[in-house]
T-cell receptor
Framework: EAGVAQSPRYKIIEKRQSVAFWCNPI?????LYWYQQILGQGPKLLIQ????????DSQLPKDRFSAERLKGVDSTLKIQPAKLEDSAVYLC???????????????FGPGTRLTVL | GNSVTQMEGPVTLSEEAFLTINCTYT??????LFWYVQYPGEGLQLLLK?????DKGSNKGFEATYRKETTSFHLEKGSVQVSDSAVYFC?????????????FGKGTKLSVIP
């Protein structure tokens, strides 16, 4: 079974530029998460989707960050304009449907390391 | 609110030494507990989980027991290898509005030297 896919793996941009990250979850996983992981810290949830609806985006800085999951599968996370403090690893995760009994478990992709100069 | 506290790192051990990484949690209800491992330059990998009190999760020689009375989920391994060098995250899964969310500790970096 293929895991969570993310691209690009690395991105370097200047501050005030825009950037987008892509995520393809594990097939059949209805719930998709985006996390920000700053160096030396644990992941922080940015947004959670259930199919193509937003469940929780309370920690998403909506003035510059946006995310969508239009067809309930792939998702993109965008930052516009980027700031120096956005330098971090952006992780995507997905979890199985509730009826499988494993909805409490998240599976992570390799992440995108963003450097803002 | 929910929180996870794990021992400060970094932890440096010699190969074949015994490993313990402490983790305690605060949560309402009955969360599931997890250990994730992150190797350099990679995402988080699920190492093990336990879903109820007294459950023991195990994988690749690592073990952790869900202790509700002490709200702990300490990670142990009897004999570490150089390849175990990584950052280890303790986490709990809580439910809200019918969905699950993870709360992570800050991570503990383990370095194993030959």
């Amino acid at each position: 079974e293929a895991g969570v896919a993310q691209s690009p793996r690395y991105k370097i941009i200047e501050k005030r530029q825009s950037v987008a990250f892509w995520c393809n979850p594990i097939s059949g996983h209805a719930t998709l998460y985006w996390y920000q992981q700053i160096l030396g810290q644990g992941p922080k949830l940015l947004i959670q989707f259930q199919n193509n609806g937003v469940v929780d985006d309370s920690q998403l800085p909506k003035d510059r960050f946006s995310a969508e999951r239009l067809k309930g599968v792939d998702s993109t996370l965008k930052i516009q304009p980027a700031k120096l403090e956005d330098s971090a690893v952006y992780l995507c995760a997905s979890s199985p449907p509730v009826e499988t009994g494993g909805a409490d478990t998240q599976y992570f992709g390799p992440g995108t390391r963003l450097t803002v100069l | 609110g929910n929180s996870v506290t794990q021992m400060e790192g970094p932890v440096t051990l010699s190969e074949e030494a015994f490993l313990t990484i402490n983790c305690t949690y605060t949560a309402t209800g009955y969360p599931s507990l997890f250990w994730y491992v992150q190797y350099p330059g990679e995402g988080l990998q699920l190492l093990l989980k336990a879903t109820k009190a007294d459950d023991k999760g195990s994988n690749k020689g690592f073990e952790a027991t869900y202790r509700k009375e002490t709200t702990s989920f300490h990670l142990e391994k009897g004999s570490v290898q150089v390849s175990d060098s990584a950052v280890y995250f303790c986490a709990l899964s809580s439910t809200g509005a019918g969905s699950y969310q993870l709360t992570f500790g800050k991570g503990t970096k383990l370095s194993v030297i030959p």
